[in-house]
């Protein structure tokens, strides 16, 4: 699974922190339901979790769509706004889990955050 | 649900962000089977994530415990250590979800992360 994480909204660790509990949990329940022997394998394999540098709203839909165009789960989290950030804010967008390769294919080129 | 973060390893945002995705699912995962009613309460209300500063692998088990003894979910995510961190380093604990009254009285002299 790779967390895309907005670094141009200046976020604090905690904020990040709380939004990769969001996308997490969000592709997880997702995919639990859609393809459970996916999940099964992932978790047996260390469930590896990746935190990417994304650099704005549109990067992030974009990066969206061209994962659900290959079929992966994708879920991108719109923040309530009551604290550091405006209402409807999207923050960080999780991919998978899916194999490697297929991920590549979305983020394979952005920086590690 | 909060996490508690522990800042004394030095970890980089992305470390921290994928930790707490392990968090926030291992307490999901256990809690969703042990008391589905409280999830869905916790879901349809805004699904709060708090990140606070954790300083210490003690202090996270002491706050487990702590938390384990008023019948919370809590569970503590153990790294496996391939890239930041030594192997079997334990990184942030997550407890709940749970009434804030509750939480609190474990974690409520902790600062926001």
Redesign the interface.
Known sequence: ?V?V?RTDLKM???????Q??????AC?KALVKANPKLVRHWERT??A????KGTSEEQLLELEAIAKSLNLCARSIVD?GRTQIEPGTRTVLAIGPAPVRLINEVTGSLR??
Chains 1, 2 share one sequence.
């Open positions: 699974m967390l994480v604090t660790a905690g904020k990040i922190s709380a990769c509990g969001h996308a997490t949990l997880y260390g469930q979790k990746i935190a990417l309530a590690l955050l």
